[in-house]
């Protein structure tokens, strides 16, 4: 207990924020136990060791953790280690003067956690570019290509819970000049700036005043409002000349930094009638409405519903708080609620057919590339063989996803897709949106729907239903445990085939580096893959069969089979995970 104490004492004296210092201080108090009961003690203690239990690590999405005093939370502390480390990385590799671009978003911490990243970079001899407001992920991104910057930071969590906060980082410029040219890092420079973050003594020894940047000949600069019109006038110039834009569009941020920019850039680009979701219009990091403010989440689009059906909308549009997902909804009268909304790998075909038709030449093998996430559906890979077009498939995350060759179109599961790559080499859900109200207001004007292309896509590819099983855990360990089971005890069949393949994803191959997943292929062509989530403590299972269709079958009785050989996958892959038995 004493070297924790004595941790937490010289995180205190060397914290510059005043209000995580008194916040970890009287955490100490109650560890200690001086007026406090033994219940509260001991509940002390076990806080106080899990903010100490390491720092926080680089993952799927750079840092992401708590909001909180200590190493192992999100705090000015870190976040200003973490910038240290970052610009001294940038220097090692290029010299002096590294051209950073910072963008952040309306959660707790968010603005405070871009200026200190500002004037870090400042005052190493840095060129700063502060976005001029909160701002979705997207436009960080667009701007890190656009001004050629060497790097770029976002301070967001996306769609983590009210209590997050995160971190970040993207390479471009002169450090990355393949095609993962502002892409989010990747190995081995993840481990690279890792390192440098932990060669930095103390927040005191890390230069941030003015003083300090004038003497190093480095400059914080807060960007004009024109980095914004100059994505919305590449997000606009999407649509085509003379495409159809009569839609009625009900769009939600889900109370995140989207619905303003999203909704200028649908307007300007002709889509006229846009109804915003009024109790999730504007930015609020209590997220008061939902219960996760990720779309994909159960109820996360109830107000949406509700505010289409009183506005009589054709299409509902909903975007995570950063912005960079975007999920899609479409009337169903045979639904509850009225609407039906599309999964992940449903909007990535749409999307991905789309790209594939406006990409591939007549009669002949194109040069684009369609990509999309392993645990994505293996549709995509049908589209582009159809359209003579290449599929790759990557890792899970953009950050391998936007750095493919030659990429016209990527996409994964989660509500990602890159729509626009010579842009921006990431996840975006406002050109998204853009996309999907275009290809929507196309088929609206020649009597067709969405859900239209869907069943051509199934007749012509087969029908390709994918549905997830997520157990979120309070104790990780009980990831690692239904991993090490299936490791151990792998199953030989799923949904009554026998499984014909099982691969260990963390041996890697020549296609894909090592990740810790598993992918479990049966005789019947049904596909499981099991991964923990990068993200949040979870455990995901990914599911997916292909039912074959004839050229006149009434696709009913398909997704009735369809969905029944998933129920069944997903029984028998938590059986086999212990995943049960998990609370």
Not at 200 to 215: F, G, K, L, M, T
Request: charged share 20%; aromatic share 4%; net charge negative.
């Amino acid at each position: 207990m004493s070297d924790l104490v004595a941790a937490a004492r010289a995180w205190i004296a060397d914290d510059p924020d005043p209000a995580t210092a008194d916040e970890l201080r009287e955490l100490l108090d109650h560890a200690l136990g001086d007026g406090f009961t033994e219940g509260e003690q001991r509940a002390a203690l076990a806080e106080l060791a899990d903010r100490f239990s390491g720092p926080l690590e680089f993952g799927t999405a750079g840092l992401r953790g708590a909001l909180g005093a200590g190493p192992h939370r999100m705090n000015r502390a870190v976040v200003i280690r973490a910038a240290a480390g970052l610009v001294r990385y940038l220097t090692d590799t290029l010299g002096a003067g590294p051209r950073v671009v910072i963008g952040y978003d309306a959660r707790f911490g968010s603005s405070d956690f871009a200026a200190d990243t500002a004037d870090v970079v400042a005052a190493a001899g840095g060129h700063a570019y502060l976005l001029p407001a909160a701002l979705p992920t997207p436009v960080l991104a667009f701007a890190v290509r656009h001004l050629d910057a060497d790097a770029g930071v976002m301070v967001t969590a996306s769609h983590n819970p009210p209590q997050d906060n995160g971190y970040k980082v993207y390479l471009g410029g002169r450090v990355v000049t393949d095609a993962g040219q502002g892409a989010q890092i990747v190995p081995p420079a993840d481990a690279e700036i890792s390192a440098r973050i932990a060669q930095v003594p103390s927040v005191a020894s890390v230069p941030r005043s003015a003083d300090a940047a004038a003497a190093t000949g480095g400059r914080r600069e807060l960007l004009a409002a024109d980095i914004v019109d100059a994505y919305v006038d590449r997000a606009t110039g999407l649509v085509p000349d003379g495409a159809p834009r009569d839609l009625r569009i009900v769009l939600t941020p889900l109370h995140g930094v989207g619905g303003a920019l999203a909704g200028r850039v649908l307007a300007e680009a002709g889509f006229a009638d846009v109804t915003l979701v009024a109790e999730q219009a504007d930015p609020d990091p209590t997220f008061p409405t939902v219960a996760f403010p990720n779309p994909e989440e159960p109820g996360a689009l109830d107000l949406a519903f509700a505010t289409a059906a009183r506005v009589g909308a054709d299409l509902i549009i909903a975007n995570d708080p950063d912005a960079d997902r975007c999920s899609v909804a479409v009337p169903d009268r045979d639904a509850d609620t009225g609407w039906r909304q599309l999964t992940g790998d449903e909007v990535g075909a749409l999307l991905g057919e789309q790209a594939a038709t406006s990409s591939a030449p007549a009669g002949g093998d194109g040069e684009g590339v369609l990509a999309s996430s392993i645990v994505s559906s293996r549709l995509l890979a049908a589209i582009a063989v159809h359209h003579g077009l290449t599929h790759r498939a990557t890792l899970t995350g953009f950050k391998w996803i936007s750095r493919v060759d030659g990429l016209v179109f990527g996409y994964e599961e989660a509500l990602g897709y890159c729509t626009d790559p010579a842009a921006v080499r990431d996840k975006d859900g406002i050109t998204a949106a853009v996309r999907v109200a275009t290809l929507a207001a196309g088929l609206r004007a020649r009597g067709r729907t969405l859900t239209d292309v869907l069943d051509d896509l199934a007749r012509r590819h087969g029908l390709h239903a994918t549905a997830p099983l997520s157990v979120r855990v309070e104790d990780r360990a009980l990831i690692a445990a239904a991993q090490d089971r299936l490791r151990k005890v792998p199953p030989t069949t799923l949904a009554d085939s026998a499984v014909v393949s099982a691969v260990d994803l963390a041996t890697g191959s020549p296609d894909l580096p090592p990740t810790d997943g598993l992918l479990y292929l049966t005789e019947a062509n049904d596909r499981i893959i099991v991964r923990p989530s990068g993200t949040e403590p979870k455990l995901k299972c990914y599911l997916e069969v292909i039912e074959a269709v004839g050229p006149d079958e009434d696709l009913g009785p398909v997704r009735t089979r369809a969905v029944a050989r998933l129920d069944r996958l997903r029984a028998d892959i938590a059986a086999a995970a212990g995943l049960d038995a998990v609370p």
